[in-house]
């Protein structure tokens, strides 16, 4: 008897996803702050625990959840999804949308959305993982679906890995997970090697000497100071990296002083830069520490500038085995596969997961976007930028076709290394 493709077995399996739709629904209108998952996280366990299959474990490294469901002898397959929101003010007019605000880690009263798709995420892995359950007839080993909070801090994965995630469940073969974007809703892209940017951010605190603003000869003014650093990071990218290359520099704030008439006596400047090779990223940390310390000593700042790194995140590297077996499944499975999707300048925690341990990884994108909006402005010739994408207060991916091909892709990555 011929082997049932990873296509035919999921058909067969046809989960309902209409609870699932509310259950995204929810997730939307209660979202929460990176390490404040609380709500989130206890849903998502008490979902698990329903299935019966799952042997649930939460609190990890924060608020993470991960399930695990043995089913015989074979290979380990971890899934992940993440949890946590931004600190954007929703406004996509959805019946669903949230109106929640919370306090950030600095105690600010913030409104708060899931402007990233995360609720997305949580809803695919968690149907997936009933699918799973329900199949268990046509795959052998281990399933672990893995719940991971702050993501958009840089924080959660290795917060996890830290708290004793793999002395809880057992160490995976591969590691897989997707995100929803900016893309034709229907669409699954993916691509060998690297296929998200590493990211870094750092605060930048220059000092100088308060005073009078119409006695500005007995000050030494920070704002000028700051505003001169600003300009020259610009050339760091355009004048020190290879054209070839991929980087971004990007200062995405500036703030000194508290009204008009006072010169402050400090600045500081967040920063935010993106590459790919260690090399350099390593060359862009040293330019700026030339650019900002040469500036504070042609100002005549009274004392050295001050460097605080605030996120890390590592580059997301595909196995190229695993990603080329799992673009076969793909291809044959969706109408709309891309296996050579462009490389982005966005970043993950995700591959910590598998870094940490030596464990290989494949990340995959779907897309959110209506798709007679997306033809509709490819018709028009207009930039696809006009759509809002994530971390957008307009950001709504919609729910179908985008939570079934999440869902289908999840379970083709566990069955593909599964299947009996």
Not at 46 to 68: C, F, M, P, W
Not at 247 to 260: C, D, I, N, P
Request: hydrophobic share 40%; charged share 20%; proline share 6%.
């Amino acid at each position: 008897m011929a082997q049932k493709s990873v296509s035919d077995i999921l058909r067969s399996a046809s989960l309902d996803l209409t609870p699932y739709e509310d259950l995204y629904k929810h997730f939307h209108a209660h979202p929460e702050l990176s390490q404040q998952e609380e709500s989130t996280s206890r849903k998502v366990a008490a979902h698990l625990s329903q299935l019966k299959a799952y042997e649930v474990h939460t609190n990890i490294g924060g608020y993470g959840v991960a399930g695990v469901l043995r089913n015989g002898v074979g290979r380990t397959i971890l899934l992940r999804a993440d949890m946590d929101a931004l600190p954007v003010k929703e406004l996509t007019g959805l019946p669903y949308a949230s109106l929640v605000t919370m306090r950030d880690a600095d105690g600010i009263e913030k409104p708060v959305m899931h402007a990233c798709g995360h609720d997305m995420h949580i809803t695919c892995l968690l149907a997936a993982a009933a699918t799973l359950a329900n199949i268990q007839y046509a795959w052998s080993g281990t399933v672990i679906v893995l719940f991971q909070p702050n993501e958009e801090r840089g924080g959660g994965a290795q917060a996890m890995v830290d708290d004793g995630l793999y002395s809880k469940v057992p160490l995976p073969d591969f590691i897989f997970g997707q995100h929803v974007m900016r893309m034709r809703a229907g669409r699954v892209g993916s691509r060998p090697g690297t296929i998200m940017a590493a990211a870094d951010s750092l605060k930048i605190t220059v000092y100088g000497r308060g005073g009078h603003g119409s006695l500005p000869h007995q000050t030494v003014d920070p704002v000028l100071l700051a505003a001169h650093i600003v300009i020259r990071l610009q050339g760091i990218v355009s004048r020190e990296i290879d054209p070839s290359d991929l980087a971004v520099v990007t200062v995405g704030s500036l703030q000194a002083g508290q009204t008009e008439n006072i010169i402050a006596d400090r600045a500081e400047i967040g920063l935010d830069f993106r590459t790919v090779k260690l090399e350099t990223r390593q060359k862009i940390i040293s330019a700026i520490q030339r650019i900002v310390e040469a500036e504070c000593m042609a100002s005549g700042s009274p004392k050295p500038p001050l460097f605080t790194p605030t996120r890390r995140f590592p580059p997301t590297s595909n196995d190229k085995h695993i990603a080329s077996q799992l673009a076969e499944s793909f291809e044959k499975h969706f109408e709309d596969f891309d296996g050579d999707t462009p490389r982005t300048n966005v970043s993950e925690d995700f591959s910590t997961l598998g870094t940490s341990k030596g464990i290989p990884c494949c990340f995959w994108f779907i897309g959110g976007i209506d798709a007679e909006l997306w033809d509709k402005v490819q018709r028009e010739d207009n930039p696809t930028e006009e759509i809002p994408g994530n971390h957008s207060a307009l950001f709504a991916p919609v729910i179908q076709p985008t939570m079934k091909v999440g869902v289908d892709a999840l379970c083709i990555a566990a069955l593909t290394f599964l299947r009996k």
